[in-house]
């Protein structure tokens, strides 16, 4: 019989093993942590209806996505949208030891598109624990059912494409239907718009759908038809692609208390394929067809049929119908008899009802004959391809016969009198509270207002500055002064520096011996014989000299010109105060006799005093006596130069009284003016007539310096020539916030916006005579920002002039000059001050009159439009109407559309075509 263990053995036991159990248990623990963290597909397989949404969750366990998660592209899958995140904590109690679990699920929208199995591959997935190892996931995709009816999803809902025809020619347009039918026992609603791509066609957009109801075997069935038109101008064979249009259907209800609620099930109709096949037009075309395909009509009218000469004769000519207008490029050209000058506007072509294949174009011409005569205008011809008969057609205007009268003689040809032009008798009074300079009294009545002639280019003008730049540059009043004058102080120290002339004998000493060693090299053999065997002859020069004489004759510097520059430069080098320095000038004190004394700081110790003593002395015996510079003198001349430093510059000098007191600040202003060519070229244009061309050359000058208030001012003029009011307009008040104090710009202004029959809200404090107003006029927002500016530096100006004044009489007790007397007056700097006032009181008053005319960001609304919520023509979403003379500002621009930004917040996209920019 075993005996049994006693209580103090097991304990014994136990506290032997506890060290191992408690390294099992964090190993444990250790590794369920670990493997906690994990990311799956969920569900992991199973089987997906066709054409049906479901929904698919990535699950991270422990962990959760640091970015974007990608999931993998699968062929005959969708994913739709954006993933739904969602977050969850469960607790797990293991050993009586609760452990939390969280949860972060991303819940995909995913719509089946082929009847297929989906294998989605594994992959990886970067989270805040690391990247995690996606598994693949296997989905089977079957036929969608609705609830427990057993249908199919296409025995509920189908959608189909219909055309008129299998084959269409190119260029043809032609009626496209699309329909969705669904079974109205199941249809709960739907998304009346469906994704489609059109291309390769060109359609008009879809109009709001018809509803049809129905019956079909006993099952109530409702159709959703919509309706347009559409073309294709390359022949081919085509299928066009299929449309998707989501449905929610009943599937039943669920007891929900006292209600039943509704289960819904959405589904993704699918259109079927549908082919198309675009014949070619036939050929050959005749001769002046240019592509224009359809039913058109080509009339003419000559107004009036009789004229003198000198009159206008309006020859219209109009191209109506419905065909591929988008490819019609225009109307045919026209033969006009050289007795006539001819003044030819722009064509105008107009769509009807918004339509893209209906419109009509239209151009007019003006004749003005310059000889008497019959002229007969015409015929015109016009080939088109009519679809409906397969055939082309030439369509062609009757020929019109005017008759041209001499011109008609004038009272002042046979000596009668007879009244003054009405621009030599009165002019209209200035809109803006101001009279003309050229107004003048008359008996004969008022006629109507006309444009006036155009103004001469006179430069461009500067935009306003931002909001943060002007709050910048007010600030900088007190910023700029200091840091001018450190910048002018350090300037002044780096010329006053005692070590420049050093520093810049150092350079040049460099130089001179390179030029030296390069001089002497080839020549250093012969140097020493010539000097040797030569004797000095009676009345000649020195050997020496000779040899210097025949070196510079070449194109190098001599030899003795070189050491004298050498010895100039290390006489300054080493601040040597003899004006004859010797070889002793260089040895310290105790070494030196028989000269007079210097500071040893002038010169400093240093261990190459004996090399430079030694240097001193060769070349003076190769200057003044008959030795010949030694050979290696260059190279021991390089080595000392670069064993001696010059002194470095200390940019702590710049506090250096000498350096801070001397500061002078200057103030200059720079105006740039520009010229421009083009504004000749719109000057005479309009002088011709030739009003589109005068646009033309004034909006090209605009392009290369949108604040040219000339260019923007005759552009008005010019458009207002074609019946453009609203354009006119727009630019009109460009020139005038630009240029406000033009008498002419001001007139224009008022008469511009007249015609357009609309006054904008930030017009009219100018369109009064409050002094406030009349101020504002004087100057245009950026000068009125400059003068804010100046008003600040002032007021900066006169608080420096006082904190001056102060210093100065606790310091100073001797005389001062009497400017500086005036200046420390009390009397001046308050002067100062309220001119400074006066000035941020004027230039805060008339900004604040101009209001949103000042930001640079300006533009004015030109042509009625839509403001809509994106940058899109979809009609789907929400918009306002946007009349003429609205003024806004932008802040962003996306494609051809910019975002308006109005003062109470509210934002939106327009066309930029409708805009006019009053700066920028």
């Known amino acids: 019989m075993s005996p049994v263990p006693s209580d103090s053995s097991v304990y014994s036991v136990f506290k032997t093993l506890r060290p191992l159990i408690a390294l099992f248990a964090a190993l444990f623990t250790a590794a369920t942590f670990v493997h906690a963290q994990s990311v799956r597909w969920e569900p992991g397989s199973g089987t997906l209806a066709l054409n049906q949404i479901s929904e698919l969750s990535l699950v991270f366990d422990q962990c959760e996505p640091s970015g974007t998660v990608a999931p993998p592209s699968v062929t005959g899958l969708s994913f739709i949208g954006s993933p739904n995140r969602s977050e969850s904590t469960s607790f797990n109690v293991v050993n009586f030891k609760a452990t939390s679990v969280r949860t972060v699920t991303l819940t995909y929208r995913v719509r ?50 219909t055309l008129p025809s299998a084959s269409v020619w190119a260029g043809e347009v032609f009626p496209l239907t ?11 609603n739907l998304n009346k718009d469906f994704e489609w791509n059109s291309a390769p066609l060109s359609i008009e957009p879809w109009p709001n759908p018809e509803q049809i109801d129905a019956v079909l075997n006993n099952d109530p069935r409702v159709s959703i038809v919509y309706k347009t038109r559409a073309l294709v101008k390359t022949p081919g064979d085509y299928a066009l692609h299929p449309a998707t249009q989501l449905v929610n259907i009943s599937t039943g209800s669920t007891p929900f208390g006292m209600f039943a609620r509704t289960n819904l099930t959405q589904l993704a109709v699918t259109s079927p394929r549908v082919d198309l096949t675009v014949k070619p037009l036939p050929a050959p075309a005749p001769a002046g067809f240019n592509g224009a395909v359809g039913k058109f009509t080509l009339d003419s009218k000559v107004v009036p049929a009789t004229a003198a000469v000198g009159e206008p004769i309006t020859w219209t000519l109009t191209l109506d119908g419905h065909g591929n207008w988008p490819d019609v490029p225009g109307l045919p050209s026209r033969s006009v008899s050289k007795d006539f000058r001819i003044v030819q506007p722009q064509a105008k072509r107009t769509n009807k009802d918004n ?46 016969t005017i008759q041209v009268a001499p011109a008609v003689t004038s009272a002042s040809d046979h000596g009668g009198a007879h009244p003054r032009p009405a621009s030599e008798t009165s002019a209209p009074s200035d809109p803006m509270g101001h009279s003309s300079p050229d107004t003048r009294h008359s008996d004969s009545s008022t006629v109507g207002a006309i444009p006036r002639d155009p103004l001469p280019t006179s430069g461009t003008v500067v935009a306003p500055l931002s909001r943060p730049l002007l709050v910048t540059g007010l600030l900088s009043s007190v910023l700029c002064p200091l840091f001018l004058w450190l910048a002018l102080a350090l300037r002044r120290a780096r010329v006053t520096d005692p070590s420049l002339p050093q520093r810049e004998a150092h350079i040049r000493l460099s130089n001179t011996l390179r030029q030296l060693a390069s001089t002497t090299r080839p020549e250093a053999g012969n140097l020493k014989t010539e000097n040797e065997s030569s004797a000095v002859p009676s009345g000649g020069l020195h050997p020496q000299v000779s040899s210097f004489s025949s070196q510079a004759s070449d194109s190098k510097p001599p030899v003795s010109s070189l050491l004298q520059s050498w010895q100039r430069d290390t006489a300054i080098l080493w601040n040597l105060p003899q004006a004859v320095p010797t070889p002793a000038s260089f040895l310290p004190l105790p070494h030196r006799s028989g000269e007079g004394e210097r500071p040893d700081s002038a010169i400093g110790h240093s261990s190459g005093s004996a090399a430079w003593s030694t240097l001193w002395a060769e070349a003076d015996r190769t200057l003044y006596g008959a030795a010949p510079l030694p050979a290696d003198w260059t190279a021991r001349a390089t080595q000392a130069l670069a064993a001696r430093r010059a002194p470095a510059f200390n940019a702590f000098q710049l506090f250096l009284p000498r350096n801070l007191l001397p500061l002078v600040i200057l103030f200059s202003s720079l105006v740039i003016s520009h010229s421009s060519l083009a504004a000749t070229d719109g000057a005479n244009s309009y002088a011709q007539g030739n009003f589109p061309a005068a646009e033309t050359a004034w909006t090209n000058a605009l392009k290369t310096a949108p604040t040219d208030w000339s260019a923007h001012h005759n552009l008005a003029l010019a458009l207002i020539q074609q019946n453009r009011p609203g354009e006119a307009a727009g630019h009109a008040l460009a020139a005038f916030v630009q240029q406000p104090q033009n008498p002419s710009v001001r007139w224009h202004l008022d008469y511009a916006f007249k015609s357009a029959g609309v006054t904008p809200a930030e017009l009219r404090p100018f369109l009064t005579a409050t002094p406030v107003a009349s101020l504002a006029r004087l100057a245009s927002p950026t000068r009125w920002q400059t003068f804010l500016i100046a008003s600040a530096w002032l007021a900066a100006l006169a608080l420096s002039l006082g904190i001056w004044a102060a210093h100065r009489k606790s310091t100073t007790t001797s005389a001062v000059s009497r400017w500086s007397r005036v200046i420390a007056h009390g009397s001046f700097r308050c002067a100062l001050g309220a001119a400074a006032l006066l000035l941020a009181a004027a230039s805060g008053a008339s900004l604040h009159t101009y209001g949103p005319l000042s930001d640079a960001r300006a533009v004015v609304v030109v042509t009625p439009t839509t403001l809509r919520s994106i940058p899109t023509e979809l009609e789907t979403q929400k918009s306002t109407p946007l009349s003429t003379g609205v003024v806004a500002a932008t802040d962003k621009a996306f494609l051809g559309w ?9 934002t939106g996209w327009v066309r930029v075509e409708t805009l006019v920019p009053l700066w920028k």
């Open 355 to 400: 339509a893209l294949f209906d419109a009509s174009i239209t151009e007019d011409i003006v004749l003005i004959p310059t000889k008497p005569g019959s002229y007969t205008l015409g015929p015109v011809t016009f080939a088109v391809f009519n679809p409906a008969t397969g055939a082309y057609e030439t369509l062609t205007t009757k020929p019109v």
């Open 178 to 188: 699309y329909t969705l039918n669904a079974s109205k026992r199941y249809l709960y």
């Open 112 to 161: 089946p598109t082929e009847r297929t199995t989906l294998i989605l591959p594994a992959f990886n997935v970067e989270t805040d624990k690391g990247r995690q190892r996606v598994a693949s996931a296997t989905f089977e995709v079957g036929d969608a059912t609705i609830g427990q009816s057993g249908l199919s999803a296409e025995d509920v809902a189908r959608s189909a494409f």
């Open 898 to 906: 910019r975002r308006l930004v109005f003062p109470d917040g509210q």
